[in-house]
Every structure is written in C-alpha cells, then in structure tokens.
T-cell receptor, first 110, second 117 residues
C-alpha cells in the first residue's frame, strides 16, 4: 500500500539532545498518528492529531498536524536512553484507510 | 486508554500445521480490525482489513485461503495461518479502530511471533 515519506531514516544522538522527525505525503490526511515500537513488541500510540494546525504534547513529546494536512512532525526534547526505538507516523485518509511511514530508528548514546 | 491484546505472543509450529492468532479489543468495541505482518527492521505491511459481520478485505498478494480471518464479534478477530511453511515465519500484529465522535484512532496489539519449523 501507500507509504508516507518519513525522515530521517535513522538518528544517533547524545542523551539530552532534542530530536525532530517528520512525515510528508502528497495526499491530504484527516488524522495523523505517531507510534513508538520497541523490538519484539507492537507499536504504542504516542500522540494522535485530528485537526490541521493542531499542536499536541505528551510529556517530552510534541507533535503537530501540518496546516496543509500533508505533513506532520514529532519532536522529542531532552532525550533519554529509554527513548530508543523505532518511531512510525501514520496518516488516515477517508474511511479506515491508514498509511504508515517507513520509520525512524532512534539511538540515544548515554 | 484503549487496550488491544493478542494471543499467543509466541508460537512455534511444525510445517503443514495451522495456527490461530486471536486479537481482542479489551475495553472498546471495534467494527474494524487490521492484520499486519512485519519483517525485521521493516515497517508494517498490511495484510487484510477485518470487518465485523462481513468478509475480510485482503491486500493484493495476500492469499485469503492461506490467511483466514474471522471477525465474529465487535471485540474479537482471529487470523489462522493454514498449512504453515517456514516462509510464513514472521511477526504478526493486529490493530483495532476506536471511533469517537468522528475521529478514528488505531491501537495495536503486542504482536505474535510465529516460527514455523
């Protein structure tokens, strides 16, 4: 199925640094979702965005629904070792069609 | 928050046997559930959409007779891998859609690791 363009593909950062990743698409989405997946586990929902321009925080995480409805970003502030994992974005078109980004692998160096 | 469970979490079976994986939405009803397959270090690959009370919709290239899906209730969908072969070994993940006042949010199960010997 359709894949969203997610970047960067991987990141290696020092503990304490901020992280930013984004997803873009040529399609207009109604919903943007951000997930984190640890090895051997299912993705866990971090933030859900339902309106264009919406900016939502969840602890050290902040995500925004792009005003054009074709993009979204996720920021992690003051990274810690447990932030390590793979982050996925997902966009929803009409109905129950969800499309996923290719993932961003985050490594935090203590 | 919405919780989705999967059972079993791990299963090892012999080639030629069938394996059933259950996906349950524990604290909400889900008309729609999805089944995904994930290969190491790759994103999720949608296999099929499971709709309560009707036949599942399979993605192109996914054999419906190989991967049987049943969505018998608003809280349970099952995936049966029939006549499993080693190439069916993978990580299978289900998800369920929680609908609230015009918004749809997808919640994932913890996944099932299938190993076919």
């Amino acid at each position: 199925g359709q894949q969203l363009n997610q970047s960067p593909q991987s990141m290696f950062i020092q503990e304490g640094e901020d992280v930013s990743m984004n997803c873009t698409s040529s399609s207009i989405f109604n919903t943007w979702l951000w997930y984190k997946q640890d090895p051997g586990e299912g993705p866990v929902l971090l933030i859900a965005l339902y309106k264009a321009g919406e900016l939502t925080s969840n602890g050290r995480l902040t995500a925004q629904f792009g005003i054009t409805r074709k993009d979204s970003f996720l920021n992690i502030s003051a990274s810690i070792p447990s932030d390590v994992g793979i982050y996925f974005c997902a966009g929803q078109l009409i109905g129950n069609q969800f499309y996923f980004g290719t993932g961003t692998s985050l490594t935090v160096i203590p | 928050g919405a919780v989705v469970s999967q059972h079993p979490s791990r299963v090892i079976c012999k080639s030629g046997t069938s394996v059933k994986i259950e996906c349950r939405s524990l604290d909400f009803q889900a008309t729609t559930m999805f089944w995904y397959r994930q290969f190491p270090k790759q994103s999720l690959m949608l296999m099929a959409t499971s709709n309560e009370g009707s036949k599942a919709t399979y993605e192109q290239g996914v054999e419906k007779d190989k991967f049987l899906i049943n969505h018998a209730s608003l809280t349970l969908s099952t995936l049966t891998v029939t006549s499993a072969h080693p190439e069916d070994s993978s990580f299978y993940i289900c998800s369920a859609i929680l609908t609230r006042v015009g918004t749809d949010t997808q919640y994932f199960g913890p996944g099932t690791r299938l190993t076919v010997l």
